[in-house]
């Protein structure tokens, strides 16, 4: 897991390929991947900071074409972010919030379900994907399958998001440990190359 300061990296290239709605530009992208785990490791890669996957991203726009191509390599579409939500979650959310009836929202939600498998979980605040009480049938249809075959993993969930937590967790803090080992091996070898200093010499403490 990548530290706090990250959030301030520039997209990738995937990200912003998606972001301007490029499917020819993600494609790319993909095709570039040497096999098929480095491309499932790139549809699946967390932006930092904030967990993200690359179809969560594709939700957020409604880029349908590109949610399907990203599903077809391998994307997760039960991937959580940092606050637990899943891609359903940002489809759902971005459904509610469109004022422009443009039917790629509900054909995003669509897919995501029947296609992807998505499932609706709860985020870290206990929320289920919401489309609205105004959402159309297909949408409401859409959610109310993936809320039923998404019982069991919904038990499961818990104990999953403690286990990735605490594996994110040990990460950073062993990032930390290895960046303070690194920098005490610079500041003992600064005092060596001194010759005596603070009781130091030659790199012995105490000895004349």
């Given at each position: ?46 932006a ?6 690359p ?11 590109i949610?399907k ?29 469109d ?36 959402a ?73």
């Amino acid at each position: 897991m990548a530290d706090a300061d990250d959030d301030a990296l520039p997209p990738s290239k995937l990200a912003r390929a998606i972001a301007t709605g490029d499917v020819d530009a993600v494609a790319d992208v993909l095709d570039a991947c040497e096999d098929d785990a480095a491309t499932t490791a790139v549809v699946n890669e967390e932006a930092p900071g904030t967990w993200a996957s690359p179809l969560h991203l594709a939700a957020s726009f409604g880029e349908v074409e590109i949610i399907k191509l990203l599903l077809s390599k391998g994307a997760d579409p039960n991937a959580e972010d940092i606050k637990g939500r899943t891609c359903l979650h940002v489809a759902c959310d971005a459904y509610a919030s469109d004022a422009t009836g443009d039917l790629k929202w509900e054909d995003s939600i669509a897919t995501l379900v029947a296609a992807g498998g998505a499932l609706a979980l709860t985020d870290v605040d206990g929320k289920l994907p919401t489309p609205g009480d105004d959402a159309s049938t297909m949408v409401t249809s859409a959610v109310e399958r993936a809320f039923e075959e998404g019982a069991d993993a919904r038990k499961a969930q818990s104990e999953k998001r403690r286990i990735k937590k605490k594996e994110k967790f040990d990460a950073i803090m062993n990032g930390k440990i290895q960046a303070h080992v690194s920098n005490a091996s610079a500041c003992a070898i600064a005092v060596m190359d001194t010759g005596d200093a603070d009781g130091y010499k030659m790199g012995s403490r105490g000895q004349p």
